[in-house]
């Protein structure tokens, strides 16, 4: 209970916080598509809740939908550079950051003869999928008990829609080549060669992935189930089935939790505040408090003091140089923590007919991000920033710690930003509404609807987005 009330706390004080905005994060884990209150209620609910005598008690929903971001800005400046999602990357000393936001020659070790690169970040998010959900009335075992199964077969596709400007073509074309995995130098006379990108890929592919995402199971009990107002308790179980992060591009399409087993509960009311049993206007409460632990993801970590994870790096030994997503997409002990989802409506029917409006509030705590294991030492496996200015001579045409890297000590855990590969706090508001119609007199009785939410994000750590869906459910 105090954990419930703890994260209830936060999630409020969150309402207020928007002046904050995140910057030169590596790693963004959106909402779970299964987590999705207004979806699974809208004139569903009023299928749920309906006593139909001598039948089964069973209720099979299938619901398809469409969701599209519209805050990329936003979430470009999460991924960008200074809080920016248009940076500026140049030949400089970076002394002044009105012309350079990040060294150029840091990530393409090419002589500083070209013009500066102004990128733009503007990441997109469409999901789509087909959603069952199923509700089983168990009276006939505990009176007021019940199980709930839902189960989304779930489409993403996430994309950095990325821009490079630059008066000089080959720059910008080296750029363009080096995001997608697709630039690569043999060593020449005393320029050094480079590694083509292998992780954290920008533009590389359309980013769709689709499969099933987490599949939730709940236990509920209604204590008080009354003609007029029902309140009940559950328990519940996230089994999961979808994806994890693998850095294989810098937004990763991922559906479901990342892999990750949940367990919580939550509260389900709801009250006939006017009318009859044919024609009223009822309000609605759910809550619901779920809790995903660790499991393993591989995440990218930018290095203390620089401001972009794309920099070159060194290996004693090797004839080319490292870009850093390359060795620096790790392993990690990922644990999301608690999430809420709650949603407060009303609901007015009439006959068939069901119109519900109402507003849904999702929080998501701080994830807790940790390297598993050290990274490499030694001779030929420890890697070290590799100097800006870097060049081979007669007798040196591998890297040497001790005249081509930044500093002589090799990176360590204690060298990574923890915090940029982790996805901060998530506080988002919807206004949703949903319209159904109910063939009530029907042996097996038939319902169609439909229904749509806009979701506001209080900080960019979350997707801003509009839903729209249609559903039809079975009463047997």
């Not at 500026?88 to 020659?105: G, H, R, S, W």
């Not at 363009?176 to 690569?184: C, H, L, P």
């Amino acid at each position: 209970m105090n954990k419930i009330v703890k994260v209830l706390t936060v999630a409020a004080l969150a309402m207020s916080a928007n002046v904050f905005a995140h910057t030169e994060h590596t790693y963004l884990q959106v909402r779970p598509q299964g987590i999705n209150l207004p979806l699974e209620y809208t004139t569903f609910n009023e299928r749920m809740t309906a006593k139909l005598e001598d039948r089964f008690g069973g209720n099979f929903m299938v619901t398809g939908w469409y969701a599209q971001s519209s805050n990329d800005n936003k979430i470009g400046e999460y991924f960008g550079i200074h809080g920016k999602s248009e940076f500026i990357l140049n030949y400089d000393d970076l002394t002044d950051e009105t012309k350079c936001d990040f060294d150029l020659k840091r990530i393409i070790n090419l002589a500083e003869t070209g013009d500066k690169a102004t990128v733009k970040f503007h990441p997109k998010e469409e999901t789509w999928g087909v959603r069952f959900d199923y509700y089983q009335n168990l009276d006939k075992l505990v009176k007021g008990l019940y199980l709930k199964v839902n189960l989304p077969i779930v489409g993403v596709k996430r994309h950095m829609d990325m821009d490079i400007d630059s008066t000089d073509a080959l720059v910008k074309s080296n750029l363009y080549s080096y995001f997608k995995g697709e630039y690569t130098e043999d060593a020449s006379g005393t320029v050094p060669g480079q590694f083509a990108l292998d992780h954290a890929y920008i533009n590389h592919h359309d980013g769709s992935e689709t499969g099933v995402a987490d599949i939730e199971v709940t236990l509920g009990y209604k204590f008080l189930n009354k003609e007029k107002y029902h309140l009940g308790l559950n328990l519940a179980i996230i089994i999961p089935t979808g994806n994890d992060g693998e850095g294989h591009d810098l937004f990763e399409s991922i559906y479901g939790a990342g892999k990750h087993f949940g367990f919580g509960g939550g509260l389900d009311a709801q009250a006939r505040i006017w009318g009859d049993c044919d024609h009223n206007i009822k309000l609605n409460l759910v809550a619901n408090y779920r809790y995903l632990f660790e499991s393993s993801e591989h995440r990218l970590y930018r290095i203390k003091d620089y401001h972009f994870a794309y920099l070159n790096l060194g290996r004693v030994t090797d004839s080319k140089l490292t870009p850093a997503p390359n060795a620096l997409t790790l392993n990690s002990d990922v644990t999301p923590g608690s999430m809420f989802d709650g949603i407060l409506a009303f609901a007015y029917n009439n006959g068939g007919f069901c119109f519900d409006l109402g507003y849904n509030m999702y929080f998501r705590e701080d994830e807790d991000v940790h390297v598993k294991g050290d990274l490499p030492t030694g001779d030929g496996h420890a890697w070290y920033i590799a100097k800006r200015d870097i060049s081979f001579g007669t007798g040196h045409t591998t890297f040497v710690a001790s005249t081509d890297a930044q500093s002589t000590t090799a990176l360590t855990k204690d060298s990574l930003d923890s915090e940029s590969a982790s996805t901060p706090s998530q506080f988002t508001n919807s206004v949703y509404a949903g319209l159904g119609y109910a063939f009530k007199e029907w042996d097996y009785p038939l319902m169609l609807g439909i229904g749509g939410k806009y979701e506001f994000a209080a900080k960019n750590s979350a997707i801003e987005q509009w839903q729209l869906w249609g559903k039809a459910s079975l009463s047997f």
